[in-house]
């Protein structure tokens, strides 16, 4: 059996470094064994799906190092690779299952699957679907299909009994069926959820390992039952840990950056971001901690994976870079220098922020050394405009970063809408404004006009900083930080 497997990313939001890590041990796990890696775009969610983060998640992908053998880019003969292009696919497929029994129309309205919930849960039963649709006759589902009612497609579940999962990694789980909702397959707007499309794609494009984060063990159970239902082998399913926040929480950019972005902007170079990942859940023979990607995959073991959270401590990473870099001779060291920052297409951008502000061009580093450095000095005090005080320039600061996070094109004109948008929120004036999101991101009291010096560091570096900012005028506790959400989101569309 050749070995396939492959990520299947959502394209709903900036690359993650979850992405490359799941990524890099899917790589490892076929090259190992002469398999293909395959990359898929899961893009059914209408709504958070944008063309522009599959082509940011692709570039990041590529430029950790890792490739790919058959993709939405490069092709292959199980194409279409991307999701939102499969759709007849899927509701083929739907079909099928209907015919056989084991799917049903649904015609529930939003309001009715509610009351459905309240009632249920007030029964002390899980808030699942109670399955009133699978019992309408032929007839009837018939003649509302017909008069055009809006309807979804669900999966039957059966509603006694158990389903025992084996994940090679965590041996054997088991789920009371009686906790498993009855699945939405088919959505009102013909696109499949991400249960029917991934079981179906994975089936042909002919997947034999998934290996995928923690999160979606408990969708196992449903996948498997689709499998049975189509009368199709499942692959084998692993399921790695989780990236950690130090407090170990779950991954989240409130804590931690966690864009490839961040990392690749911030300095650290690609082999040494696969290396920190491959540290994560993995050990090397002999624990060796430093090595190259083509070391991991030739003596690559998957039961060499340690299952307990891993943390993503960004001292260790800066440790493992810099052993990397150690590594380099000079003139290598001077191309990454180049590849980095140092070429003539970032520099020329560096150029309207510098020009009639040098008296010698030296002076040239000092004016825009935040551009290079990781970090920028700042004191809270300066942050705060006259007349404010410091937990409204947090408050400020932080929708401010909640509508940069918004903006997917990071360009002067985005970002200036960026900012009348809060002040209108706020009641604050654009100066005000400027003066704590300046100092937050440059450190410097005098800076080059400011939305051209933010479009050239990034978003993922400015959004940082700005949380950096936010940590040292206040930190904000978890209910405080419910509030202000709702109140931003409730301003932001009066
Ligand atoms: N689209 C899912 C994600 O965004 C894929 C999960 C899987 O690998 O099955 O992570």
Redesign the pocket.
């Known amino acids: 059996m050749t070995v396939r497997v492959r990520?299947?990313?959502?394209p709903t939001g900036s690359p993650h470094v979850g992405t490359a890590y799941i990524a890099l041990f899917n790589y490892c796990f076929a090259k190992s064994q002469g398999g293909s890696f395959i990359v898929r775009i899961?893009d059914t969610d209408q709504e958070r799906s944008d063309p522009k983060y599959e082509q940011m998640i692709m570039d990041a992908l590529r430029w950790t190092g890792l490739s790919w053998d058959e993709g939405p880019d490069i092709g292959g003969p199980h194409g279409p690779y991307r999701q939102s292009e499969r759709t007849s696919i899927y509701r083929q497929h739907a079909e099928t299952l209907l015919a056989k029994g084991h799917a049903y129309h649904c015609f529930c309205t939003p309001d009715t699957l509610q009351a459905i919930r309240a009632v249920r849960f007030s029964q002390g039963l899980s808030t699942g679907y109670d399955g009133r649709c699978a019992r309408l006759t032929a007839e009837e589902v018939l003649r509302r299909l017909r008069e055009g009612e809006d309807h979804i497609i669900r999966m039957l579940v059966p509603e006694q009994g158990a389903c025992v999962i084996h994940d090679p990694l965590r041996g054997e789980v088991t789920f009371d069926y009686s906790v498993i909702d009855h699945q939405v397959l088919l959505k009102s707007d013909g696109f499949p959820t991400?249960h029917l499309a991934?079981v179906v794609d994975d089936h042909l494009m002919g997947i034999t390992h998934?290996i995928?984060?923690e999160e979606?063990l408990p969708s196992l159970p449903k996948h498997l039952l689709l499998y049975q239902y189509f009368e199709w082998d499942a692959p084998v399913v692993y399921h790695l840990p989780l990236l950690r926040n130090e407090d170990k929480s779950k991954l989240s950019k409130r804590k931690n950056p966690t864009s490839i972005l961040y990392y690749r902007d911030l300095g650290i170079i690609p082999e040494a971001l696969l290396n920190f990942l491959g540290l994560m859940a993995y050990s090397m023979p002999g624990e060796r901690e430093v090595f190259q990607l083509e070391e991991m995959v030739a003596g690559f073991d998957i039961k060499r994976m340690s299952l307990s959270g891993p943390v993503f401590d960004l001292q260790k990473l800066s440790w493992v870079n810099q052993q990397h870099l150690a590594q380099l001779t000079a003139d290598e060291l001077m191309k990454r220098l180049i590849d980095w920052k140092l070429n003539p297409e970032y520099m020329a951008q560096l150029m309207p922020m510098v020009a009639k502000r040098m008296h010698r061009l030296g002076d040239f580093m000092e004016l825009c050394d935040f551009v290079f450095y990781s970090d920028v000095k700042v004191e809270a005090e300066d942050m705060v405009p006259k007349n404010r005080d410091q937990d409204g320039t947090r408050d400020m600061l932080q929708m401010f970063v909640w509508e940069l996070e918004k903006v997917i094109d990071f360009h002067e004109e985005a970002i200036e809408q960026a900012f009348k948008t809060v002040a209108q929120i706020e009641n604050w004036s654009l100066r005000e404004i400027t003066q704590a999101v300046r100092i937050a991101v440059t450190g410097k009291v005098v800076a080059p006009p400011l939305f051209g010096v933010m479009a050239v560091i990034g978003s993922d570096v400015c959004r940082n900083r700005l949380m950096h900012a936010i940590q040292l005028l206040a930190p904000l506790g978890k209910k405080k930080l419910a509030k202000l959400q709702e109140h931003y989101e409730k301003n932001r569309i009066s």
């Open positions: 990520i299947a990313p959502s899961e991400y991934n998934v995928r984060g979606w």
